[in-house]
Every structure is written in structure tokens, then in C-alpha cells.
DNA sequence: ACCGGTACATAGTAACGCTGAATAGCTGAG
DNA sequence: CTCAGCTATTCAGCGTTACTATGTACCGGT
């Protein structure tokens, strides 16, 4: 899709992430090629890890070392407490963009 | 709403004036009073003028000095034809996300 | 003369995603 | 054993975007 999805991307893959996480506790690259597998297939890697890295920090998430079996080891994260919240939030407000974003496709202005 | 739906703005903006204007042509200081309006409270003026001047750099839209009543000339936006091949993009793109984020709301992962 | 509403403009800042590259562990083919 | 290839994470530098804050300017009413 290219420039205009990368624009729009900016505030919604932190909720896309955090929906996620919130559905099982997983790590960077499975995010990744799950996401690529939905056809977001210009997400780069490193933009995955540098949104988790963020909101790791901003203590949304809780992180877990796990080993794989293949490969170094995972970083699995879980979404805690103030992550549900801020998700709910992020609805919230997904909701209210995307109700003003229809109507005014529909034509109603 | 604030920093969340700040940042959900960006890449969505565009394309939501752009829409307007596909609608009536308008100037700056109408679009802004529209978004406050819709809910959109924290917009800046600032915010909308620098949009326009980016979409008419791009040449997205047409612009007509237009004498006002009160104040100053206002600066009259429509769309051209390369904007509104550039809106059916937008849709376009706004349609492949806003369908990811629906299944993701409903628990689809 | 002053003030409030109309109307546009811009310099500086912060946040976010992308580019491109580096690091590192493990496995299987040759 | 060695090297390619997959798994997995990290980071510096960049471009785009919206916000803050401020400034300019025109007009009508008091």
C-alpha cells in the first residue's frame, strides 16, 4: 500500500500490537509474521521491536525470557493491568475516528 | 481524547479535509470550526492551515482567493483531479485497515 | 481608539514508523 | 567442520506528521 498506510499506521499498530498480546502472550517475530500473514506486508521488523521496546516502557506489557528451541530466546510479552486499559482506551478512540471517517464517506457533510 | 487519537491523526487528517473538500470547496479557518464541530476539539488551527499548504504543494488541490466580509481574503481549497484519485487511495487504504482492526476487536486472532 | 471575531501563517518540538545494518544462536546440508 | 539459512533481537539516523505558541492582518461595533 505504501506512504498513506504507513501514515495511518502511526497510532493504530501500537492498538493492533496491543490487541494481540492481548488475545496470548507472544514475542517480536511471531508479531511480525502475523502481521506480514494479514497483509501488512511492509511492516519492517525493526518497527515491531522498537513498539515493543516503547511500550515496555511505558508499562503496558510485562516481558517473560523464554527459550526456543530453535534460535536465541523469545522476549514474550503479556499485556498487564494499565495495558488493558490503555487498549480499551485505544477502542475508544479508534471508535470515534472511525464513526466521523464513515460518515463523512457516506457523504454526510 | 488527546495523545492517542493525536496520533491516529496523522495520516488520517489528510485524507479526512480532503474529503470535505471533495464535498464543497472551503477554506481554512471553516474546516477547522467543521472539525471542532464533528468532535475533533484539540485540533490547532495551526494544524489545518499547515495541512493545506502541504496538500496544494502536492498538488492535490486547486486555490482561489476569494474576498471575505469580515477579515481578511479567505483562501478557497478544491480538489483537482490527481486529489481525488489520491482520496480513492485513501479509502482504499482506510478500508484494509479499519477491516484488520474490526477482526481484531472481535476477538479473530 | 479599542476589542473581539474572522482569517491565515510559521518556527520549533515530539512522536512514530521506516531504512539499513549489526549481532547472535541454532540446525541441517555438503 | 563449515557455511548457509532461519530464528530472534537491537539500534542509529531519517522523513513525515500534528501540536504549541506566537504573529500578522482585516473588519465592525462601542
Redesign the interface.
Known amino acids: ?1 505504501g506512504r ?9 499498530l ?3 500490537v496491543l ?2 498480546l492481548s ?2 502472550p507472544t514475542y517480536g517475530y511471531e508479531i511480525t509474521a ?1 502481521l506480514r500473514d ?3 506486508s511492509d511492516i519492517a521488523e525493526g518497527t515491531v521491536y522498537a513498539l515493543l521496546v516503547r511500550i515496555e516502557r511505558r508499562g503496558l506489557v510485562d516481558v517473560e525470557k523464554v527459550p526456543s528451541e530453535k534460535g536465541p530466546p523469545r522476549k514474550v510479552y503479556s499485556v498487564n493491568d494499565q495495558g488493558r486499559k490503555y487498549l480499551e ?6 471508535s ?3 464513526e ?2 464513515e460518515r ?2 457516506e ?1 454526510g ?1
Open positions: 500500500m498513506q498506510l504507513t501514515e495511518m499506521l502511526k497510532g493504530t501500537e492498538g493492533i490487541a494481540i488475545g496470548r502475523w494479514q497483509g501488512f482506551e485505544f477502542w475508544e478512540t479508534w470515534f475516528l472511525a466521523r471517517l463523512l464517506r457523504g457533510n
